[in-house]
């Protein structure tokens, strides 16, 4: 599934796995309407991009000779109380997504293109994409042996439809109906020809074992749902740790996308409440493998005893994918947000320059874009194709939203200082314009309630993050405030929409498409539990959303992707804030990857122990 989606992590639509041999051994067919005027058969499918592995052994990043062993250990925050993360209540446990395989799985070197993996082949029509078979690998098996089939995956995604996460459903809502063929034959059927990405996207979700559907999908139970991955679930502490066991007998060993991967015997989570004790946890060896997000632990955290002895190993590893849109999310459907002069202003507010002075040695740089650092991000004013995707729906927007989505936009930026007046007379000019007014030193809204607010949090290592920001805040008037609650009552809040103001990532990936409804879509802003957190509703924005998953090339993508960026940044529906083009990871010196690392991931599938390194780490520990 697309890295977009907050709950893939080993397998992405641009990370998931495919083998086998089809009619058309080594041909792939793009999603392109007119190529062909019959139904093919294929064993490599892409959404307007082209497999370049179709015939390859394994893919470049593998190595097909990575022993097996050890333990991949990593940290994970909060706590858990569920084995399941596709039902709508519970906290789910880490890693589940390494118990299940996938009918499809990507390279992480490509856009949206798809290779075997429970599925061995595909059939469709290119000029008519209403459908799609999957024909299932005979020699797929779950756990308890038996075969995978048709049956498990009509009812896996009937309960994904039904009783699924608000995502999932948004994501596969141009389902129409699971038939069952035979028992490896599969049907999709879909509302409308026209969203072709779909016809991958229903192959990037885990399948499960019908009669396990049955009996437990709604249960909140720490028993995982059967599954056919590579993985099982090994151990529980309860609050504690989560340890998943590498299968042996695991039937897709030998799929091409699985050659050299999956190589640890453990993998294992271990649970701390806060990042903070979590870097002391790492520092003793108590978990091997962290990714550092804090530019400050990064620059001075790691000259600890065994840091100096030779045993930690940082690596800064630079991907292709757009940077995560990390931003402070204001929640539109509350009125003191609805204007926006007010959104300006408080982007105006924000004083990156100086956070990344003070707080972050310099190493971040500040997002102007929702598809940061990637061919997909908005740049200079609109170039003739993107203006004339633009023209038609410029009247629809509001005057300072259609401004500035024809701009050469940029974010304001200071000096670096600490006291940013000139952003901070602008903001208090909009918030005049916008109807607040002073009182007694303090703001009001136009119906003369207090311009008050609060950032919730659940990490508090965003407090002192927030805190010049709110500093700021409270200079223009507002009665800002920051209140921390735990994981659980977070997850709850963030379904309801229940907050004046949050901090969300919004990772994006090289192919964006029918995700972005889910995520900025008018109807989603009204759907618990959907990820649309700011509540926009704009008739422009759903317009180009269309048009982006009815896409027929890549140069499309790429168009109507600058022209919703455009949109978004124009809208300030929230204020950007950092981020940094490359993924920052330290271990023990145990761990090894292959010298050719993947453009759009970490890959950390793909790596594996060296033994004689852990034994030397083993022996220091003691």
Excluded: C
Aim: proline residues 5%.
């Amino acid at each position: 599934m697309k890295s977009s989606f907050f709950f893939i992590k080993r397998a992405s639509k641009k990370q998931t796995s495919f083998w086998a041999t089809s009619l058309l051994a080594g041909v792939l067919i793009g999603l392109n309407p007119g190529a062909v005027a019959k139904p093919i058969t294929v064993t490599a499918i892409g959404h307007n991009s082209e497999a370049r592995y179709i015939n390859a052994p394994y893919l470049p990043y593998a190595n097909p000779m990575a022993p097996k062993g050890g333990t991949l250990s990593l940290s994970a925050l909060g706590t858990f109380n569920s084995a399941n993360p596709w039902m709508t209540t519970g906290l789910a446990m880490s890693g589940t997504d390494y118990m299940y395989d996938t009918l499809l799985t990507g390279s992480l070197n490509e856009s949206f293109v798809m290779y075997p993996q429970l599925a061995e082949k595909v059939t469709y029509d290119p000029e008519n994409t209403s459908w799609i078979i999957y024909h299932i690998n005979p020699k797929a098996k779950f756990w308890d042996g038996s075969a995978v089939t048709g049956d498990d995956v009509k009812a896996t995604f009937d309960a994904y439809l039904n009783k699924g996460l608000m995502q999932v459903r948004s994501y596969l809502s141009g389902v129409d109906k699971v038939e069952v063929i035979d028992k490896y034959r599969v049907k999709f059927h879909f509302k409308s020809a026209e969203n072709k990405e779909i016809l991958l996207t229903v192959g990037q979700f885990p399948v499960f074992k019908q009669s396990s559907i049955e009996k437990d999908f709604e249960k909140l139970s720490l028993t995982p749902l059967m599954g056919s991955g590579p993985y099982q679930l090994y151990a529980v502490e309860q609050g504690r740790s989560v340890t998943y066991k590498r299968d042996p007998n695991y039937w897709g060993q030998q799929v091409m996308a699985n050659k050299g991967r999956f190589n640890f015997d453990y993998i294992k989570y271990i649970y701390y409440g806060s990042d903070e004790i979590a870097l002391e946890g790492f520092k003793v060896g108590q978990y091997h493998f962290r990714q550092e997000s804090s530019a400050r632990k990064w620059t001075t955290a790691y000259n600890f005893p065994a840091a100096k002895a030779g045993m930690i190993k940082k690596e800064a590893i630079v991907t292709k994918n757009p940077v995560p849109m990390q931003a402070l999310v204001m929640n539109l459907r509350h009125k003191i947000f609805s204007d926006i002069r007010v959104r300006q202003a408080m982007t105006e507010a924000f004083d990156f320059e100086l956070m990344n002075n003070t707080l972050f040695y310099n190493q971040y740089e500040r997002l102007n874009s929702y598809f940061h650092g990637s061919e997909l991000a908005a740049t200079g004013t609109p170039n003739a194709e993107e203006y004339a995707v633009l023209k038609p729906l410029l009247p629809k927007l509001d005057p300072i939203q259609r401004q500035a989505a024809v701009a050469d936009w940029h974010l304001p930026k200071s000096d670096g200082k600490g006291y940013n007046r000139q952003a901070l007379l602008s903001a208090r000019e909009k918030l005049l314009h916008a109807g607040f007014y002073y009182k007694n030193m303090a703001l009001y809204q136009p119906d003369g309630h207090r311009a008050k607010f609060e950032i919730l949090i659940a990490d508090d290592k965003m407090t002192r993050v927030l805190l010049p920001y709110v500093r700021n805040l409270k200079k223009l008037g507002f009665d800002a405030s920051i209140r921390q609650v735990d994981s659980p009552q977070y997850l709850e809040r963030l379904r309801r929409f229940d907050y004046d103001m949050i901090i969300a990532g919004f990772p994006q990936s090289t192919s964006p498409g029918s995700e972005q409804s889910y995520m900025w879509g008018s109807q989603a802003a009204e759907e618990q539990g959907n990820q649309n957190y700011s509540g926009i509703k704009n008739e422009a924005i759903d317009a180009v959303i269309a048009k982006l998953i009815k896409a027929d090339n890549r140069e499309e993508i790429v168009l109507y992707t600058k022209v919703l960026d455009r949109l978004l940044r124009a809208g300030y529906y929230m204020v950007p804030m950092y981020g940094s083009t490359s993924t920052r990871v330290v271990y023990w010196d145990k761990y090894r990857h292959n010298q050719t690392l993947p453009d759009n991931a970490l890959g950390i599938d793909y790596w594996w122990v060296d033994k004689s390194a852990d034994s030397i780490i083993a022996k220091y520990l003691k």
